[in-house]
């Protein structure tokens, strides 16, 4: 198979409104890439500082739907950047340094930008290929974008501010596989999003998983008040809370939260994450931290899909939380990676 790399076509921010963007149905796609630029201004005083991986809050949801009905991806672009990180070992560009900090005001007209991809082919997979997303029979196939508002990217302490986009402009551009054998059958690369709130303290707080299907990864993120934080699930010298993956007693995942993150940011080579709380989770600065609120539980340790966590025989699947509430408006978003096998083709 050859590679085909091109340019798709762009979308103009609409304030809390959702665009479609038709993609070409000829061949496989591997992965399609998100570049936003948006200028933006900050009122001077605003409090409360901006979220991480600001502006990427301006793109509230992003979804792949085919045949009009089958949603393939759906998640935010501010996750999808950090996911990216852990994926492919390094953080995807981003240049919002203007946006950092409390009393500022940005430069009317500043540019700000930030780069994510969605991916079909799997990352860290013995063969990636395995998971391309063939376009040729497909009856429609879409990237549907929904916007935010300029506020979006302040954490809730910022509801009085006032954030101006001048404009913004999301390009998409494709990797694509031509000449795919006929007859040649994918396994579908789904991902998408649950979200839980936390409203009250509790060592079982529990997210029922969809089963049937395959479990390449789950990743948990915990936010309060609009910023990601570790103390939902906290670990320290007298709170060591748990996370577990179960089907009634069988246990698939039991691990210490902040123990797991100290193994993620080994395995996925993370050598110089960024805190939330300073300007270092909006670039490229040094900061000996964690990646706050994040954690990856992977199922494909070898690269061999075969490793998945397989749920077609299970009749239920829990993923059991040891929680603290910590704020106002406390949240678990839970993003799945999730592998639906290519329909049997019997013989006539």
Not at 62 to 90: C, F, P, S, W
Not at 217 to 242: A, E, M, R, Y
Not at 280 to 287: G, S
Request: hydrophobic share 40%.
């Amino acid at each position: 198979m050859k590679i085909l790399e091109r340019e798709i076509g762009s979308i103009e921010y609409a304030e809390n409104q959702t665009r479609t963007l038709p993609l070409p149905r000829n061949y496989a796609y591997r992965c399609l890439d998100l570049f936003l630029i948006a200028k933006v201004e900050r009122e001077a005083g605003s409090v409360g500082t901006c979220k991480d991986s600001a502006p990427a809050q301006l793109v509230k949801n992003i979804a792949i739907r085919a045949n009009g009905r089958d949603v393939i991806k759906n998640y935010d672009m501010e996750t999808l950047h950090r996911l990216n990180q852990h994926r492919h070992r390094t953080r995807p560009f981003i240049d919002s340094e203007g946006l950092a900090g409390f009393a500022i005001i940005a430069t009317p007209g500043q540019v700000y930008m930030v780069h994510a991809r969605i991916d079909f082919e799997m990352w860290d997979a013995i063969r990636p290929i395995d998971t391309l997303l063939d376009s040729a029979g497909l009856a429609t196939l879409e990237l549907i974008v929904t916007w935010g508002t300029g506020l979006d990217i302040h954490n809730d302490a910022a509801d009085s501010a006032s954030v101006t986009v001048n404009e913004a402009t999301l390009y998409v551009s494709s990797v694509e596989c031509v000449g795919v054998p006929p007859g040649t059958a994918f396994m579908t690369n789904k991902e998408y999003m649950i979200r839980s709130q936390v409203t009250a303290t509790s060592n079982r707080h529990q997210i029922f998983l969809p089963v049937s299907n395959l479990y390449r990864s789950i990743v948990i993120k915990t936010h309060s008040d609009g910023d990601q934080v570790n103390t939902i699930l906290p670990f320290n010298i007298t709170n060591q809370n748990t996370i577990t993956i179960q089907s009634g007693t069988e246990v698939f995942k039991y691990r210490m939260a902040g123990f797991l993150q100290a193994c993620n940011r080994l395995d996925y080579s993370m050598e110089v994450p960024e805190i939330m709380t300073d300007a270092a989770a909006l670039n490229h600065r040094l900061e000996e931290q964690s990646l706050e609120g994040y954690y990856i539980l992977e199922f494909v340790k070898d690269g061999r899909l075969t490793e998945c966590l397989d749920t077609s025989k299970l009749s239920s699947l829990e993923l059991n939380l040891d929680v603290v509430s910590v704020g106002t408006n406390d949240f678990i978003d839970v993003y799945l990676t999730e592998l639906i096998r290519p329909p049997v083709v019997v013989p006539s």
